[in-house]
């Protein structure tokens, strides 16, 4: 229990990291991978914009295994345990609308620009 | 308020909370869903039960959990395997009702196929959970379960006199949405239900529950209505489902709806805490969360009697 607990603080600070790198990146042009985070059967942040090109990483923090699919059949991920994570690259500019089929109440929309 | 009509006395209600931890027996007969008095049933030679054994059903083996909520499902369902074994009479028949898998991964089917095989009853009939579907293909179920249905998921077959549909709600999912049957497989069903006489007694089988459980959680399958609307021309009709990992059952007109167990680990009920996730409970209450619903064939009257069973 204290290693979980120890990952997720681990993961936390990598979160807070991302989001300081994030704003860094947005003068310095470095391109961090954005991730979805998700946690309590929620994607956090419930919508994400990138620019056409990035890849977007999900990370699973509840003991429940999720996966990630586009609801026009874009991709699909498998599923994926806790601690684990999944990246799909967007190409093309849209508005891709996200659930896991697990918990198909989860929705979440990427924004590419 | 349909409650209202269920001649569930509260003093029968309170006699089967009482034996709870034995068992709680639920006679259909006629259509009209009757808790059977347990002391009376008492009366009989425990070994010796209401009717004949028709099948158990085990569900929610999610076998590749290893989580606080029970680092050991292999052991759990071992037990319950053990139970079902030590019943004096076997049933004819197992029906796996989902999440025979955590993960949808070959070494998960695999230990659970060989865990599973160490049943004394040899026939198993299985529908996938959406936890045996999650992988990128969905194909590591339908290679191991497909046989039986051609590979659609969704099939039917008679035993004893009694009509079984195997149905599949886990793979049409939309988003926010419930689980989805689907008009492909609705149509299949209007016309496996054809022609065959309101007297024969039908037992439905889906992982996920086939009524609206806690919708938030997405606890319910979205076209059940149309299901149940091809069924009320039935007068005994048992639908078990699993999915929530706890037993929930309500009965409307002939149609008696009860959900089992989980033989890994127990859920929240409906809307406390944030998810339906596992449930962390002290070691020594874990297998009173944990078991299978054996189903009786008593024939006079013709009816199925449930009776749940936990591993403690």
Redesign the interface.
């Known amino acids: 229990?204290n290693l979980?607990n120890h990952r997720t603080l681990l993961a936390l600070i990598g979160l807070a990291a991302l989001g300081c790198a994030a704003a860094a990146s947005m003068s310095a042009g470095a391109a961090e991978e954005p991730k979805v985070l998700i946690k309590?059967?929620?994607f956090t942040p419930l919508s994400l914009t990138v620019k056409a090109g990035t890849a977007v990483t999900w990370v699973n923090m509840?003991?429940?295994?999720h996966?990630v699919i586009s609801?026009t059949g874009l991709f699909?991920?498998?599923?994926?345990?806790?601690n684990e994570s999944f990246s799909h690259k967007f190409d093309k500019p849209g508005t891709y609308?996200i659930?896991c089929?697990?918990?198909?109440?989860m929705?979440a929309t990427i924004v590419v620009e | 308020m349909s409650n209202e009509k269920l001649p569930l006395s509260r003093r029968n209600a309170l006699k089967c909370m009482a034996y709870g931890g034995a068992g709680t027996l639920f006679a259909l007969s006629g259509g009209v869903f009757t808790p059977i008095d347990l002391a009376m049933a008492r009366a009989y030679d425990e070994s010796k039960p209401l009717g004949t054994p028709l099948f158990v059903q085990i569900s929610d083996t999610h076998i590749g959990f290893n989580k606080e909520a029970n680092p050991d499902v292999g052991g759990t369902l071992g037990q319950t395997i053990d139970i079902v074994n030590g019943m004096p009479q076997q049933p004819a028949l197992i029906i796996h009702t989902g999440d025979i898998t955590h993960l949808s991964k070959p070494a998960e089917f695999d230990l659970a196929q060989q865990l599973l095989s160490r049943l004394r009853v040899t026939e198993l009939h299985t529908v996938p959970g959406e936890h045996d579907t999650t992988d990128a293909t969905v194909t590591e179920y339908f290679n191991r379960f497909g046989n039986a249905s051609d590979n659609r998921g969704y099939y039917s077959f008679d035993h004893a006199g009694v009509h079984f549909l195997a149905l599949v709600n886990v793979l049409q999912f939309k988003p926010g949405g419930l689980g989805t049957l689907g008009p492909d497989q609705l149509a299949w069903v209007a016309a496996d239900l054809k022609g065959r006489s309101p007297s024969t007694p039908i037992v439905v089988f889906a992982h996920m529950p086939l009524w609206t459980i806690y919708e938030p959680w997405g606890w319910g399958t979205g076209d059940a209505d149309q299901l149940l609307g091809l069924l009320r021309r039935f007068g005994s009709v048992t639908v078990l489902n699993g999915h929530i990992h706890q037993i929930v059952q309500k009965v409307e007109g002939n149609v008696t709806f009860h959900t089992a167990r989980s033989t890994a680990y127990p859920q929240p009920v409906a809307g406390e805490g944030p998810g339906p996730g596992p449930l962390k409970v002290a070691a020594g209450v874990l297998p009173k969360m944990l078991g299978v619903t054996s189903v009786n064939l008593v024939k006079h009257p013709r009816s199925l009697m449930l009776n749940d069973t936990a591993l403690a």
């Open positions: 229990m979980k309590d059967f929620l509840d003991d429940e295994p996966n609801d699909r991920s498998g599923g994926f345990d806790t609308r659930t089929s697990i918990h198909p109440r929705v």
